[in-house]
């Protein structure tokens, strides 16, 4: 069972940065393709951004796509953690995000269908004020 936390989130002004952090425990995620997907009320719950198991494939959506981008590190003695690097934020950018990890070990694709996902953090929340 793995268990995400996200942090990093908070309230910011039009064209700054802001970098969000997803940690993992109770099992690595060295062999899980990780995602960032973001959710505004009344909205479906979109994909961000997506990266390979072993990082060396990362996807974005188009509408984060040059702003955004995701990275992983695997530390020695933690199960690893994620990141969403976001730049240029815009007002639109405001949602809940979420980190979540493939259901699928080792999966050759960065799939965007949350029903792929088996593992969500609680979200954290970005403010993109104009």
């Known amino acids: 069972q793995v268990q995400l936390v996200e942090s990093g989130g908070g309230l910011v002004q039009a064209g700054d940065s802001l970098r969000l952090s997803c940690a993992a425990s109770g099992r690595t995620l060295s062999s899980l393709n990780m995602a960032w997907f973001r959710q505004v009320p009344g909205k479906e719950r979109e994909f961000v951004g997506g990266v390979s198991w072993n990082g060396l494939r990362t996807k974005s959506a188009d509408s984060v796509q040059g702003r955004f981008t995701i990275s992983r590190e695997n530390a020695e003695g933690t199960e690893g953690t994620v990141y969403l690097h976001m730049k240029n934020l815009k007002p639109e950018d405001t949602a809940v995000y979420f980190c979540?990890?493939?259901?699928?070990?080792?999966?050759?694709?960065?799939?965007?269908?949350?029903?792929?996902?088996?593992?969500w953090g609680q979200g954290t929340q970005v403010t993109v004020n104009s």
């Open positions: 979540a990890a493939d259901r699928r070990a080792f999966r050759a694709l960065l799939v965007e269908s949350k029903q792929d996902y088996a593992y």
